[in-house]
């Protein structure tokens, strides 16, 4: 008598601790890759520059090293194409896995990598090679790890579950620059000549426990449902998208434009801080650990709230709230008011980017069925992306000298967020009540 209702328990509990560990997974893992992608940001910012393209004008050679950064976005959505279609084939844990390595295989080399002066001009190429080995791992985690997250998830709690995939993007940026604002206490030549390759080689432990996690994690019952009725090998996941469903994956591009917020502040910021003299390197790195960690505990508690009273009304005011602080940020920059600059970079990145970040990824991919989740959801985002890549790029072509050169890099992440907040507005179905086994299935 007592040995059913104890099954009934530990079955009924089954889903809520898959989703438990599918978070956790999905957290640690892309810890590891935003760490990995965000000390790639850090040295560009700083370090890459001096090393890898000495000699040159230290604008040029600054823009240079800034484009590296925006080539791992080039290549993925043709890896998200190939990453996602294995995805919807034979499965989101595999894949993870496979993101997961890749990633920490690319890191590790890049701390390895000799500087110009000894190989010449392979260092910046070999440099660019492992920027695209980054950008391939990159191009299938997010929406990888949140299709894993949202499927074992309660249909009511998905956002919540599925907003641990960016608040390990947050951890992953805090640990970065946790990082790097302990070696720039180093003097300078050791700095440059060995010391910045200490972050890169540290991945290999977040990398090897991230392996550990992942590998325990359950493939979803969505999958295998969709598995089983033979729906993963009847057309090619990316026909069925493009034929079906491309005014969805042309809506996720612009859609997507909000995440330029991220590499604006992290990157750009940064370089722009420290090269002009305006604000210390350890106090912008300081700045970052500080809003990363804020950062973690509010994205989840956004999450719930998009759970409570919908995804479109909370991405839509922290997308304003983004466009508006971005100004405040620049000017408390220019101003060399550290502690405005604390404060305006915890109302961007805090609340205005806290609340888009952990439901964007959750957003795109509802915006999808279980049998092309995975490709259409990564091809249309990484697509997305890559005015995001390029986006500190394209701020060190448009700053200008003097006090109000940064007006014009705040346009741009301002316009960025109108746009995204526009087409959320008009263009995106609220998904909140809308059962996990319904997604997608309006294309639309």
């Known amino acids: 008598m007592t040995a059913g209702p104890a099954t009934t328990a530990t079955s009924v509990d089954a889903p809520g601790r898959h989703a438990r560990k599918a978070a956790v997974a999905s957290f640690v893992g892309s810890t590891l890759e935003y760490y990995d992608f965000f000390i790639y940001g850090s040295a560009s910012a700083l370090i890459f520059n001096k090393i890898f393209?000495?000699?040159?004008?230290?604008?040029?050679?600054?823009?240079l090293s800034m484009a590296t950064l925006g080539i791992g976005y080039v290549v993925r959505p043709l890896a998200?194409?190939?990453?996602?279609?294995?995805?919807?084939?034979?499965?989101?844990?595999?894949?993870?896995?496979?993101?997961?390595?890749?990633?920490?295989?690319?890191?590790?080399?890049?701390?390895?990598?000799?500087?110009?002066?000894?190989?010449?001009?392979?260092?910046?190429?070999?440099?660019?090679?492992l920027r695209v080995l980054q950008g391939i791992s990159a191009a299938g985690e997010s929406v990888g790890a949140v299709a894993l997250s949202l499927e074992h998830a309660p249909s009511r709690r998905r956002a919540?579950?599925?907003?641990?995939?960016?608040?390990?993007?947050?951890?992953?940026?805090?640990?970065?620059?946790?990082?790097?604002?302990?070696?720039?206490?180093?003097?300078?030549?050791?700095?440059?000549?060995?010391?910045?390759?200490?972050?890169?080689?540290?991945?290999?432990?977040?990398?090897?426990?991230?392996?550990?996690?992942?590998?325990?994690?359950?493939?979803?019952?969505?999958?295998?449902?969709?598995?089983?009725?033979?729906?993963?090998?009847?057309?090619?996941?990316?026909?069925?998208?493009?034929?079906?469903?491309?005014?969805?994956?042309?809506?996720?591009?612009?859609?997507?434009?909000?995440?330029?917020?991220?590499?604006?502040?992290?990157?750009?910021?940064?370089?722009?801080a420290?090269?002009?003299?305006?604000?210390?390197?350890?106090?912008?790195?300081?700045?970052?650990?500080?809003?990363?960690?804020?950062?973690?505990?509010?994205?989840?508690?956004?999450?719930?709230?998009?759970?409570?009273?919908?995804?479109?009304?909370?991405?839509i005011v922290g997308n304003i709230i983004c466009a508006i602080t971005i100004f405040a940020y620049f000017w408390s920059i220019s101003q060399k008011n550290v502690p405005l600059v604390f404060a305006t970079s915890i109302?961007?990145?805090?609340?205005g980017y806290g609340m888009v970040n952990p439901l964007g990824p959750a957003?795109?991919?509802?915006?999808f069925p279980t049998r092309i989740r995975y490709s259409g959801a990564a091809i249309s985002s990484q697509l997305g992306l890559i005015v995001t890549g390029f986006a500190p790029t394209i701020a060190a072509a448009v700053v200008r000298p003097g006090p109000g050169g940064w007006?014009?890099?705040a346009v741009f992440t301002a316009a960025c967020c109108g746009i995204s907040a526009l087409v959320t507005l008009v263009w995106v179905r609220e998904t909140y009540r809308v059962d996990t086994d319904d997604l997608g299935k309006k294309a639309a």
């Open 53 to 63: 393209f000495p000699g040159i004008d230290p604008l040029l050679g600054q823009f």
């Open 80 to 129: 998200a194409a190939f990453i996602g279609h294995f995805g919807d084939r034979i499965g989101r844990k595999k894949m993870l896995v496979f993101t997961l390595v890749s990633m920490g295989i690319g890191t590790f080399l890049i701390g390895c990598l000799p500087p110009t002066s000894m190989i010449g001009a392979a260092a910046p190429v070999i440099l660019v090679l």
């Open 160 to 272: 919540f579950f599925a907003s641990w995939v960016n608040t390990g993007a947050a951890a992953g940026i805090m640990l970065a620059s946790i990082a790097f604002l302990l070696v720039s206490f180093m003097p300078q030549a050791s700095l440059v000549a060995w010391g910045w390759r200490i972050p890169f080689l540290a991945s290999f432990i977040v990398a090897a426990a991230g392996f550990v996690i992942r590998r325990r994690v359950p493939e979803t019952e969505a999958f295998e449902q969709a598995r089983e009725a033979g729906e993963t090998r009847a057309e090619l996941p990316l026909k069925v998208a493009f034929r079906d469903y491309w005014p969805t994956m042309i809506k996720v591009v612009l859609f997507g434009v909000w995440a330029v917020v991220s590499t604006i502040v992290s990157a750009f910021s940064l370089s722009y």
């Open 274 to 315: 420290t090269n002009g003299h305006l604000v210390s390197s350890s106090i912008m790195l300081t700045t970052t650990i500080v809003t990363a960690g804020l950062g973690i505990i509010a994205q989840p508690l956004f999450g719930i709230l998009a759970d409570r009273i919908g995804r479109k009304p909370v991405f």
């Open 347 to 351: 109302i961007v990145m805090v609340v």
């Open 363 to 367: 957003i795109v991919a509802e915006m």
């Open 407 to 409: 007006v014009p890099v």
